[in-house]
T-cell receptor
C-alpha cells in the first residue's frame, strides 16, 4: 500500500514568488492535513481538508491557502513568499481525520526562500 | 486549548541503557496521545498512540508509553537503546470529539545514543 506522497521534495523560490505543493494521501484516506516545521516554531498546524472542505485552520496569514480535489489529493499554496516561509512542509493523511484514526505523514517538501 | 510540553530538548544515553523521554499534556477533555519519530530529512513516523483502553501502550521498535491521567503524562520508554534510535521524537495530542481535527505537537526531543 503506497504511503503519503509529497511533491516536490525540494524547492527553492525567490521572495515575492508563489509556490504550490502537492500531497497524495494513502488510498482510501479522505482527510489531509498540512503542517509547517521550522527550527524556531517547531511543528505548526496549517489546515485540514476532508471531502474537499476545509474543516479547520491554524493561525497562519491568508497567504497560505489550500484545497482538496475529489480524489482526496491536496495542494497548498503560499503567495508572496517571505524568507520566514522557509520550512519543511509536511502533509498527513487519515481515514476521516478523527483522532482515533491516526495520521500518516509524508516525507515533506523542503522549501527554501531566497 | 490543548498543549504539550516535552522536558529536555536533548537527551543522551549510552547504547544499551534505558531511554526515557518525557511528555506532559494539557487538555480540558480526554485526549488522544501520540509519539512520532523523525529521522534527518524525513517525515514523521508513528511510534505509538493512546486512544482509549489500556494505559500502557506498546509501539514499534521496542518503545512503549504509559498514559497517566493523574499526572497528565505520556512518557516514552525503551529498555535498551540502540544506535538506530538516534533521532528526534515528538509527542502530540489531539482532542477527541471536539471537532478539532489537528495534532498539537511538543517542541521535540533529540535523542543521541553514545556507543
Amino acid at each position: 500500500k503506497a504511503g503519503v506522497t509529497q511533491t516536490p521534495r525540494y524547492l527553492i523560490k525567490t521572495r515575492g514568488q508563489q509556490v504550490t505543493l502537492s500531497c497524495s494521501p494513502i488510498s482510501g484516506h479522505r482527510s489531509v492535513s498540512w503542517y509547517q516545521q521550522t527550527p524556531g516554531q517547531g511543528l505548526q498546524f496549517l489546515f485540514e481538508y476532508f471531502s474537499e472542505t476545509q474543516r479547520n485552520k491554524g493561525n497562519f496569514p491568508g497567504r497560505f491557502s489550500g484545497r482538496q480535489f475529489s480524489n482526496s489529493r491536496s495542494e497548498m499554496n503560499v503567495s508572496t513568499l517571505e524568507l520566514g516561509d522557509s520550512a519543511l512542509y509536511l502533509c498527513a493523511s487519515s481515514l476521516a481525520g478523527g483522532s482515533e484514526d491516526g495520521y500518516t505523514f509524508g516525507s515533506g517538501t523542503r522549501l527554501t526562500v531566497v | 486549548a490543548q498543549s504539550v510540553t516535552q522536558l529536555g530538548s536533548h537527551v543522551s544515553v549510552s547504547e544499551g541503557a534505558l531511554v526515557l523521554l518525557r511528555c506532559n499534556y494539557s487538555s480540558s477533555v480526554p485526549p488522544y496521545l501520540f509519539w512520532y519519530v523523525q529521522y534527518p530529512n524525513q517525515g514523521l513516523q508513528l511510534l505509538l498512540k493512546y486512544t482509549t483502553g489500556a494505559t500502557l501502550v506498546k509501539g514499534i521498535n521496542g518503545f512503549e508509553a504509559e498514559f497517566k491521567k493523574s499526572e497528565t503524562s505520556f512518557h516514552l520508554t525503551k529498555p535498551s537503546a540502540h544506535m538506530s534510535d538516534a533521532a528526534e521524537y515528538f509527542c502530540a495530542v489531539s482532542v477527541s470529539g471536539a471537532g478539532s481535527y489537528q495534532l498539537t505537537f511538543g517542541k521535540g526531543t533529540k535523542l543521541s545514543v553514545i556507543p
